[in-house]
């Protein structure tokens, strides 16, 4: 999926560069400016904060890469602002090097965000989105809920520790249909994880059935070889009462309701069905439920008669800003509900739980309930 240059050797040059631009703000800290006698502790020190925030950076599925990032980019920004206040002399100067307090402001800034980026890690919701539809439902309305992105890992959001919350989270929204939209495993789900949520899977018993669609995480793995192959995640779905849907549709509630389950647009390397072939005829009067686990193809979907789109994928950005800018430049929505069409909604989920570590400071970590009604049929028919 990724260019080696992309993934390892491009953000290794922006760390050196950064390095650099950190080690001369460290220069500034007050403490260092009573050793400015001592050229080798005065120049040594900064060298040592750089050396060692490269070393817990050196995970890329860490909270030190976080860390760092935070922190650099606050250091950033306070040199750019420095350069633009020179113009306005001393006094203005005097007021932002207050705030500034000679560098500390970065240090304590990024403490405060990475507390708050593990709280809103860890606090999971549930989101509900109420929609309408004159297409006949079973009884005339339809609960579905949507579990995306949980990434099981210890050091991430969610583990199996989590499961009896998740379960009571979902049982609670009395859901007709689950689905699961995607990377709901993972390259680094251990063996445990793994057993674990299947069998939550299995536990949960919705009456018009449970369904998984792949994410790009799934069964492709970007960083190593995973815990489990194929073979085993089809058995334990299978076993779990969940069925696996890639290019193809059913129907469930006694028919009026169709579910389309895509394969992932960067699983296949956009080598999958189009919109058209899943539904050569349209949706006709049926209640298309449309799972794809990237915010792709939406117009296309719309057009052949899906009535609602669920995604995962972006995790709502997850770390600001560097997760929005990467997500919107790929994908047609990063979090939340967009109307495609008059008759046709698409619903983004923030994910269920988080990539790679326990930090959010974009999106939520959630499960997300979208209640349908059904409207009377148009005429009074």
Known sequence: MYHPFFQFVLPRVGQAALSALLYFNFLQLPPLQWLAGMPVLYYGIPLLLVAGLGYISRDPLGLGIVFSGHLTAI??????????????????????????????????????????????????????????????????????????????????????????????????????????????????????????????????????????????????????????????????????????????????GSGTVRIVGRKDYLFTGGQRFTARQLLPHGAGDVFTLWLDHEPRDFKNAAAVGADLILSGHTHGGQVWPAGAVGMAARNERNYGKKRITESCTAIVSGGTGTWGYKFRTQGRTEIVLVEISQLPCRGGH
Request: proline share 5%; charged share 25%; hydrophobic share 40%.
């Open 75 to 252: 250091y950033c920004v306070g040199t750019v602002i420095s350069l633009l206040l020179r113009p306005f002399g001393g006094g203005v100067l005097r007021v932002w090097n207050l705030l500034w307090l000679d560098g500390m402001t970065p240090w304590l800034l990024t403490g405060l965000i990475f507390w708050l980026g593990r709280r809103r890690a860890v606090h999971l919701r549930t989101t509900k989105y109420h929609l309408t539809t004159h297409k006949k439902l079973p009884g005339g309305k339809l609960r579905i809920v949507q579990v995306s992105d949980i990434h099981p890992r210890a050091c991430a959001a969610m583990d199996r520790t989590r499961i009896p919350e998740l379960q009571k989270k979902i049982e609670a929204c009395r859901p007709d249909i689950l689905v699961l939209t995607g990377d709901i495993f993972d390259e680094y789900t251990s063996p445990e994880d793994f057993d674990a949520f299947c069998r939550m899977f299995g536990r949960l018993h919705p009456r018009m059935g449970k369904y998984y669609v792949l994410g790009n995480h799934d069964l492709f793995h970007h960083w190593r070889e995973p815990s489990f192959d194929r073979a085993m995640l089809e058995k334990a779905l299978r076993e779990a009462g969940v069925r696996l849907l890639e290019d193809e549709t059913c129907r469930t």
